[in-house]
């Protein structure tokens, strides 16, 4: 069974200050991990994956994330944060390849205070 | 990137009626899709695997009765809350996988969501 842990279920920085999600996962085999975003009353985005790859995923916006296996997590982070960053973020996890079902952590909003 | 659309986006209907939600892959075909569920602020659940001629894979707890899924076409699938009651009210997002680009950690591709209130 996966399982996702998000800590913190509201994060709040100001604008310019670095961004810090935090995302502990539970797999019994190798995991693919990623981060969404989510503005409101839409569907998810995905900010980046991990695949086994680099431990050091970028993605989109100016985001990136560790892959820590020892630590078990996949901190999603962001040097300078934007007012457009405001928006719930979910980590996710799915075992295997090709996209099989996620598990989704609980999610962490964000509020940039300007 | 590939576009996954949902309809309607909004719906407002009373209770003991039948709604039906498309999610539609327009530019990929998706063997598979997934039918969530979001209540306010929280999580998605997931509530089923839509398979394309096949019978709906549902997660434990999940009504199959309530919640009927058809998967007739490759980019086509339909979730339909039969009976709606107020308890149903929900944001449900389908995702689907691109069926031949699926590719290690294949990117699943969300629809907008559909907003389903129940009176």
């Known amino acids: 069974a996966q399982s996702v842990t998000q800590l913190g279920s509201h994060v709040s920085v100001s604008e310019g200050a670095l961004v810090l999600l935090r995302c502990n996962y539970s797999s019994s085999v190798p995991p693919y991990l990623f981060w969404y975003v989510q503005y409101p009353n839409q569907g998810l985005q995905l900010l ?6 680099a431990t050091l995923v970028k993605g989109i916006n100016g985001f990136e994330a560790e892959f820590k296996k020892s630590e078990t997590s996949f901190h999603l982070t962001k040097p300078s944060a934007h007012m457009s960053d405001a928006a ?8 295997g390849a090709a996209g ?11 509020l940039v205070k300007p | 990137g590939a576009v996954v659309s949902q309809h309607p986006s909004w719906v407002i209907c009373k209770s003991g009626t039948s709604v039906k939600i498309e999610c539609r892959s327009l530019d990929f075909q998706a063997t598979t899709m997934f039918w969530y569920r979001q209540f306010p602020k929280q999580s998605l659940m997931l509530m089923a695997t839509s398979n394309e001629g096949s019978k709906a894979t549902y997660e434990q707890g999940v009504e199959k009765d309530k919640f009927l899924i058809n998967h007739a076409s490759l980019t086509l699938s339909t979730l ?11 944001f449900y997002i389908c995702s689907a996988r691109d069926t031949l680009r699926g590719g290690a950690g294949g990117e699943l591709f969300f629809g907008e969501g559909s907003r389903l209130t129940v009176l």
């Open chain 1, 48 to 53: 980046l994956k991990y695949t086994s790859a």
């Open chain 1, 88 to 95: 719930e973020y979910f980590c996710a996890v799915s075992e």
């Open chain 1, 100 to 110: 099989n079902k996620l598990t989704f952590g609980g999610g962490t909003r964000v």
């Open chain 2, 80 to 90: 339909t809350v039969t009976s709606a009651h107020p308890e149903d009210s929900s």
